[in-house]
């Protein structure tokens, strides 16, 4: 992930009072999503929660767990169900890895 960027072009004040739940696909390190978090906690919402399809198993991690994950998977490049490289297998009807040659192949 290339992190944040706190300019969403708008006023988040709507959110206070409310519960929020976060979709995401995948969370590598967690350091996004610890950003994001506390950016969302300023505006006193309600609640905020996370639902991450994928959680990654990486000695990178920060700590961060969201409170709902669908799967765990290894510290590989996962793609496919909308999960993509350079564009590339976002279409996948299931999550695979891409190995080393896969990706010298499709590098840009």
């Known amino acids: 992930?290339?992190?944040?960027?706190a300019e969403y072009g708008g006023d988040l004040s709507h959110l206070t009072g409310k519960d929020i739940l976060i979709v995401e696909d995948?969370?590598?390190?967690g350091r996004t999503?610890?950003?994001a978090l506390k950016l969302l906690k300023e505006y006193n919402p309600k609640s905020v929660q996370?639902?991450?399809?994928l959680l990654k198993r990486?000695?990178?991690s920060c700590g961060y767990v969201p409170e709902f994950i669908g799967f765990s998977c290894p510290d590989e490049f996962v793609?496919?169900?909308?999960?993509d490289?350079?564009?590339f297998f976002r279409d996948l009807?299931?999550?695979?890895?891409?190995?080393?040659?896969?990706?010298?192949?499709f590098a840009v």
């Open 85 to 87: 490289y350079n564009e």
């Open 1 to 5: 992930s290339s992190g944040i960027n």
């Open 50 to 53: 996370c639902a991450s399809l």
């Open 58 to 60: 990486t000695d990178k």
């Open 26 to 29: 995948i969370i590598d390190t």
């Open 33 to 35: 999503m610890t950003k």
């Open 93 to 105: 009807p299931h999550i695979g890895i891409i190995n080393e040659e896969g990706i010298k192949h």
């Open 79 to 83: 793609l496919g169900y909308g999960l």
